[in-house]
């Protein structure tokens, strides 16, 4: 340690750490953009550099999420091109026709805003916000558990050092998930074909097609490109229907997310063995740590709950989609195959997703989604499409993941047929019962 006992301990941690970044140690920058679980690119690794440097001046706290949409945007913009006005009006018309068959399928009214055409780098700047969102909890986690691992593994006599400088390393921890989170959001974008695409409502409101992704998706199909966009675009509009009709969907959808994402930590005693164990060599056990989901630990039963009720909530609302995608798109010669192949993509998920379901622990597709498209379909065959679209008017007439494995009760209700009252119910009659009985003083 240096012999000026002036220089600040946080001072003189942050020289250190800008020592190495400078280059002024024999670890090659291309194995710390390794460990971070960040790909090896000249690129990248100079923004890895650059944004770490900054963290270091930084005196703000938590995640730098604008990096994060400068990562995403960088890497979506890479591959993004400009749709022909010829296929953009194709799109347009494709709307315009999917919200006519739309309102023959369903009685959820029509959106107030005409739908949106956007670019891969547009459908990042206006789906960020809710990766934040979900993302935000488990990217504290980690830049606070970086700090307290580095307190703990250090020598006693550099206590006051490390006690200074957790700040700093709670913005590289944090620039790290940026970064990541990033390089996942810009993959996502080429993988993604709307706004509802992943399941969940990722624009506040309208519905958006990205034009490329449309024309990849149907690429590998022997369908016509028409019917192609015209399925899609149903499916698009029914889902921004679903959310803006029923106003209290997203926010309970959003809360229950965050109530499960709140309950992620960080295995701490995990990233102390990496840390132990760590070989500035050979970085690939710390790389896939970070990118695997090791560092985050079996749920809770709270999660469990938690989860349990997004996974309901998020077939239901998958399930009707398909339903009345089904019902709109009866005239299409190739509507079933455009279905399977949604089913299909929809089950395995793409490579960007699973990235995010890995960093952030969440996986964002419904399990029993067959099971309540299945539910929704016997609903809308025994009492009409009117009353089962009414079901989304307020929380309390949801189905339940009980009337999705026996949707009798729940079309028993529908109708206001009389069943079994349940043991509080017959308690009470049963009280009012036993003083109507009794004689009048």
């Known amino acids: 340690m240096p012999d000026d006992s002036s220089e600040e301990p946080e001072d003189e941690f942050r020289d250190l750490l800008r020592e190495f970044l400078a280059g002024n140690t024999n670890i090659d920058p291309a194995r710390l953009a390794s460990a971070a679980g960040l790909p090896n690119d000249p690129e990248v690794i100079a923004q890895l550099i650059n944004q770490l440097q900054s963290a270091l001046q930084s005196s703000g706290e938590g995640v730098n999420w604008g990096l994060a949409l400068e990562q995403a945007k960088t890497i979506a913009s890479r591959s993004s091109v400009v749709s022909l006005p010829a296929e953009r009006s194709q799109l347009e018309q494709a709307f315009h026709v999917a919200s006519l ?5 369903t009685y959820v009214s029509g959106l107030p805003t005409e739908p949106r055409l956007l670019s891969r780098t547009e459908w990042v700047t206006a789906t960020m916000p809710v990766w ?7 990217a504290t986690s980690i830049s606070n558990s970086l700090a307290d691992v580095l ?14 400088a957790s700040q700093l390393m709670r913005n590289v921890g ?13 993959q996502l974008s080429t993988e993604a074909v709307s706004g509802g695409d992943i399941g969940i409502p990722l624009i506040d409101e309208g519905a958006a097609l990205i034009p490329q992704n449309v024309h990849a998706f149907g690429t590998d199909l022997d369908i016509p490109e028409s019917e192609v966009q015209l399925y899609l675009a149903v499916r698009e509009l029914a889902h921004a229907r679903l959310f803006r ?10 809360s229950s997310i965050t109530e499960f994402a709140r309950g992620i930590h960080i295995d701490t005693d995990r ?6 164990e760590f070989d500035p060599q050979n970085p690939e056990e710390l790389r896939d740590a970070m ?6 630990p079996p749920k809770s039963d709270d999660q469990l709950v938690a989860l349990s009720r997004l996974e309901t909530m998020l077939a239901l609302i998958e399930g009707w989609v398909d339903v009345v995608t089904a019902e709109a798109t009866h005239r299409l010669p190739k509507g079933d195959a455009i279905a399977e192949t949604v089913k299909r993509r929809r089950a395995s998920g793409g490579p960007a997703e699973s990235a995010f379901a890995t960093l952030v622990g969440l996986e964002l597709r419904p399990r029993r989604l067959r099971e309540a498209a299945a539910m929704w379909r016997t609903v809308t065959d025994a009492v009409g499409a009117e009353k089962r679209d009414a079901l989304w008017a307020q929380p309390d007439l949801m189905p339940t993941s009980d009337d999705i494995d026996f949707p009798d009760a729940l079309i028993a209700r529908i109708n206001g047929e009389v069943t079994e009252p349940d043991e509080l119910d017959q308690a009470i009659e049963d009280l009012l019962n036993d003083e109507g009985d009794r004689p009048h003083e």
């Open 174 to 186: 944090g620039t790290l998930f940026a970064m990541q989170l990033g390089q996942v959001v810009g």
């Open 291 to 296: 990118t695997s989901g090791a560092l985050i």
């Open 101 to 105: 068959w739309l309102d023959e399928a």
């Open 271 to 276: 990233l102390e063995q990496l840390a132990e």
């Open 151 to 164: 307190q703990s593994q250090a020598p006693e006599e550099m206590s006051d050092m490390i006690d200074g």
């Open 245 to 254: 009709h029923a106003k209290w969907l997203r926010l309970q959808l959003m």
């Open 132 to 138: 934040n969102q979900l993302a935000e909890p488990v």
